[in-house]
């Protein structure tokens, strides 16, 4: 089978080491990512802010470059969730439309895929310390993604899970929200941030790495130790440790 990488915009640019994990990951099960250069931004900054047009033009990019693939993996929910949602960029084009179901049906984040695609929850890992988990939003909500972290993360030999009280309310992030409404997002991450260290956990973990930005640049900002990582770090860093 074809899987392609869909690394997006914050992973390629500014977290690489979160593809370079999966890669690494996947390669354990036999799978081999290949990763399309043409591929661009989902489009979602621009779908969010009613430029809808231009949204569409990402999303055609994004289609081109996946045509051929059988599975999309992305470590961002955020941003598989902006996949599902092309299909109601072009509900009055037929074509466009066809491919866009295509596209929907074989996308997937990370953990998805490992759990309901490879039928792997346990990638024999071990980590040391205590752990607590955010569930960003998109993930969650759009493509309904709960389970599968928990099961991979509760079969992590050695690691003590914490629940992040709060744990399902947004970090305040949301794009261009942080923006225009800066007072009311610094407010919502500095909230965040507060749970994470009432948990006393020495690293925090997610699926997506704007809400961790987020997070992380709050709890730098205030000084506090705590590791911020992509769960596929984790994962990986697990695994190569073990």
Partial sequence: MKVSLFITCLSDAIYPRVGEAMVRLLANYGVTLEFPRVQTCCG?????????KE??????TILDAFED?????????????????????FEKDPVMLKRAEALRAKSYEFTQFLVQVLG????GATFAGKVTY????HGS???????????LMR???GMELVPLPFAEDCCGFGGTFAVKMADISGAMVTEKADHVLETEAEVLVGLDMACLMNIAGNLHYRGEPVRVMHLAELLYEGVKGA
């Fill in 44 to 52: 979602q900054p621009a779908y969010n802010s009613g430029y809808w």
């Fill in 55 to 60: 949204a569409r033009d990402s999303a055609r």
């Fill in 69 to 89: 693939s059988d599975f999309v993996i992305s470590p961002s929910g955020s941003c598989t969730g902006m996949l599902h949602h092309y299909t109601k960029l």
């Fill in 120 to 123: 792997v929850t346990d990638v």
């Fill in 134 to 137: 955010h569930p960003s939003c």
């Fill in 141 to 151: 909500r759009i493509l309904g993604v709960k389970d599968e972290p928990m099961q």
């Fill in 155 to 157: 079969n992590v030999k």
